[in-house]
């Protein structure tokens, strides 16, 4: 039984302009743990520019090793989409991500359709059960590297906000979870 765990960097989020600069793709099996790298490449979209360096976007610029120099010589993500889309039908259970609702929102508005599954982030948080933020009474939702610490204390772990090892941890995540029986795929029979 094998998923895909998906991850995506971006110049900021997607109702303010933000676009895609990295995608990372890896298969988990949920037997064994074994993952496996499925798709990885720093990318542009049009529009992309200088401007997105600065605030309010380039986030990712200032809290990572991705530099500017390497999106623009990057492959355009338009020309892109039809291999991605190719890695995502592949998982016939689907496809997850950490705080799904962000990547796969920009990834439907590319026109990429994915067999969804649970959010990991979402399934984390009442089993990593941080108190809530305020005005709340629900766990707050677990950043990365928070249900990392849970999950693997002996294990430090700095998100390096690069897509393919983001999966990579992430997917580390969600096999704990289904292991704990949390993080749930219906089959078809």
Not at 149 to 171: G, N, Q, T
Request: hydrophobic letters at 40%; glycine letters at 8%.
């Amino acid at each position: 039984m094998k998923i895909a765990i998906v991850d995506i960097e971006t110049t900021g989020f997607q109702n303010q302009g933000g676009l895609i600069v990295e995608v990372g793709v890896v298969g988990l099996n949920l037997e064994t743990g074994d993952i496996t790298d499925e798709f990885d490449a720093i990318v542009k979209e049009d529009g992309y520019g200088e401007k997105h360096t600065k605030n309010p976007y380039g986030w990712v610029f200032q809290n990572s090793d991705l530099n500017h120099e390497d999106v623009m010589l990057a492959n355009d993500l338009t020309k892109m989409l039809p291999e991605l889309q190719n890695v995502l039908d592949g998982f016939t259970l689907g496809a997850t991500a950490y705080n799904k609702q962000f990547d796969f929102g920009f990834l439907r508005s590319r026109r990429l359709t994915i067999k969804e599954l649970p959010c990991i982030m979402l399934t984390a948080a009442p089993v990593v059960n941080l108190p809530p933020n305020p005005g709340f009474s629900d766990p707050k939702w677990p950043k990365v590297e928070e249900a990392w610490e849970y999950f693997f204390p002996d294990d430090e772990y700095k998100e390096a906000h690069r897509a393919l090892d983001d999966a990579r941890h992430e997917a580390l995540i969600a096999h704990e979870l289904y292991k704990l029986g949390k993080f749930e795929i219906k089959v078809n029979a």
